[in-house]
């Protein structure tokens, strides 16, 4: 198994380019979630899906669209990018076992994205 | 509003002693919690989590304690290893069976392992 994966790794665009940050997961887990991560600061979630056509927002979702088409695809989408967007992108995903949701949500090595 | 607040940037131990990393939350509706360990350019790694109803969670060199009146946690390795050299990452959820697709972290420490 591979995990999971994102491209890319490193990323730089200009103020109002969009671009679209790929993730997946080869372990058909229901759970995927979006965070990013700012210097000095924790990981704080953007979006997250508990299953194919399911989103939902997190803390921090403004400037951001996601889409669940797939259990082993969630693609990030910026759409309009600002520096303030200027982070370290995880995608994690998880899965439930008789209705819990286990404790281990793996982790991507992570985007790291520039915005000039 | 920080709901999961680590306080000490960074901690520094020698090998072989006991390194203990706090964390406090003020969001009483947290009922899961989990440390996660992060090296460089690399994503976090589930570590070790307590449930509410738990005082402590051991697991090899790793305990986790909480005190709920005091909504705290820590995080005791014993002993200490450079390898353990990471940022640690407190995180908690809300909901029975820990939703942690959702989860609130805290900004981290980084601890260091002197040989």
């Known amino acids: 198994n591979a995990g999971v994966t994102q491209t890319p790794k490193f990323q730089v665009l200009k103020t109002g380019q969009s671009m679209t940050l790929q993730c997946a997961q080869d372990?058909?887990?229901?759970?995927m979630s979006w965070y990013r991560q700012d210097p000095g600061m924790g990981l704080r979630l953007i979006h997250y899906?508990?299953?194919?056509?399911?989103?939902d927002q997190g803390e921090v979702p403004n400037g951001y669209n996601v889409s669940r088409s797939t259990t082993e695809d969630f693609p990030l989408r910026l759409l309009s990018a600002a520096p303030s967007q200027t982070s370290v992108y995880f995608c994690?995903?998880?899965?439930?076992?008789?209705?819990?949701?286990?404790?281990?949500?793996?982790f991507g090595p992570g985007t790291r994205l520039t915005v000039l | 509003d920080q709901q999961v607040k680590q306080n000490s940037p960074s901690l520094s131990v020698q090998e072989g002693r006991i390194s203990i990393l706090n964390c406090d939350y003020t969001?009483?509706?947290?009922?899961?919690f989990l440390w996660y360990k992060k090296y460089p350019a690399e994503g976090p790694t589930f570590l070790i989590s307590?449930?509410?109803?738990?005082d402590k969670n051991e697991d090899g060199r790793f305990t986790v304690f909480l005190n709920k009146s005091a909504k705290h946690l820590s995080l005791h390795i014993v002993p200490s290893q450079p390898g353990d050299s990471a940022v640690y990452f407190c995180?908690?959820?809300?909901?029975?069976?820990?939703?942690?697709?959702?989860?609130?972290f805290g900004k981290g420490t980084l601890l260091t392992v002197n040989p």
């Open positions: 899906s508990v299953g194919a056509g399911i989103t």
């Open positions: 994690a995903s998880s899965y439930s076992d008789l209705g819990w949701v286990t404790d281990t949500q793996y």
């Open positions: 969001n009483s509706m947290f009922d899961y």
């Open positions: 307590i449930s509410s109803i738990k």
């Open positions: 372990m058909n887990h229901e759970y």
């Open positions: 995180a908690a959820s809300e909901g029975s069976g820990g939703s942690n697709y959702k989860l609130t």
